[in-house]
């Protein structure tokens, strides 16, 4: 069984920082694509950015030049560093992480974590 445990969650004033962390526990063959996804109260859950074992990213236009994605493979872990944040940010944040196991792919999924940002 795989776990994602995330942390790094909280409160913060608008134009403020925070860093987000996520770390794969249990039984794992091969992660390729970690990610975070995040999800405003009552809409849908959005990828925020995405990064391959390769090292290559993805953002979501409304983070880009603000939010840093990055991983560390030898530690299963992937981190969301968050700058300049805005009201509209405010969101559960999720973890996310594919693994290759016998020609599949399985996806997984962290508890999400709140993030709140205020004016």
């Known amino acids: 069984q795989v776990q994602l445990v995330e942390s790094g969650g909280g409160l913060v004033q608008a134009g403020g920082t925070l860093r987000l962390s996520c770390a794969a526990v249990?039984?794992?063959?091969?992660?390729?694509?970690m990610a975070w996804y995040r999800q405003a109260q009552g809409k849908q859950r959005d990828l925020v950015a995405s990064?391959?074992?390769?090292?290559?990213?993805n953002y979501a236009d409304a983070v880009k030049g603000r939010f840093t994605i990055s991983r560390d493979n030898a530690k299963i872990a992937v981190y969301l560093q968050m700058n300049s944040l805005k009201p509209e940010d405010t969101a559960v944040y999720y973890c996310?992480?594919?693994?290759?196991?016998?020609?599949?792919?399985?996806?997984?999924w962290g508890q999400g974590t709140q993030v709140t940002v205020s004016l």
């Open positions: 990064i391959t074992s390769d090292g290559d990213t």
């Open positions: 996310y992480a594919a693994e290759a196991r016998s020609f599949n792919e399985y996806d997984y």
């Open positions: 249990g039984s794992l063959f091969r992660i390729t694509t």
